[in-house]
């Protein structure tokens, strides 16, 4: 546990839309058992918001998936996890170990904004113009699952997502002409001395390379 002298802390953490959950859960829990004395304020927020909150200081520390060039904030990569296909139970690609993208250009695809991986969509969007199956954006990841074991279509998310809605009616196949991932970052306002923010930070990478190794 790490040594803790100060007077009992608060964080004010903003957390953007399509993180994922499982290794920040796990970061969370880690926080709570070795800081219980540290209060959490959560902020549910897009991308940018959080960006401009760190700017402006109405957040401490922003986890993300994307990267910051500005020199004002602090960014640190994090975990980074794999993109899948979501598709339904019964469906004709189901006996391949794998696939392409070029493998559902037959099928509707399904994506969620939140969920960004800059080198999957510049692939999607750079398919030829004739091709009349563009991706259809949805709000949500349930959203997407929805369609998907509904038979519309198949959708492109985080492996992890992907395999936790099997229930839902949803399997998954490994996408293999990638790579495609998204990234978790972390981010804190750059030169602001917080030793609240630092321990956290610290916790992040420990969890990062559990995941890694």
Known sequence: MDNITSQPAH?????????????LSALLALQRAQEPEVRIAFFEVAGDELLDG???????VGVSLQGSS??????QPLWNEHMAVAMPLRFPLLDQASLTIADLQDYPIFRWRAETCSSLD??????PPADPQKP??????????LWVSA??????S???????AHGWGVSMRPLDD???????HLHRPQGQANSVSERLERRALQIAKSVAS
């Open 11 to 23: 964080l004010r953490l903003a957390i953007a839309t399509g993180v994922s959950s499982s290794q």
């Open 54 to 60: 760190l700017r402006e200081g109405r957040y401490d």
């Open 70 to 75: 500005d020199p004002a904030i602090q960014t």
């Open 122 to 127: 510049h692939r999607l969007l750079s398919r």
């Open 136 to 145: 259809q954006y949805v709000t949500s990841f349930e959203m997407m699952a």
């Open 151 to 156: 038979g519309y279509g198949v959708g492109l």
């Open 158 to 164: 985080a492996q992890s997502r992907i395999k936790h």
């Open 178 to 184: 990638g790579p495609y991932e998204i990234v978790t």
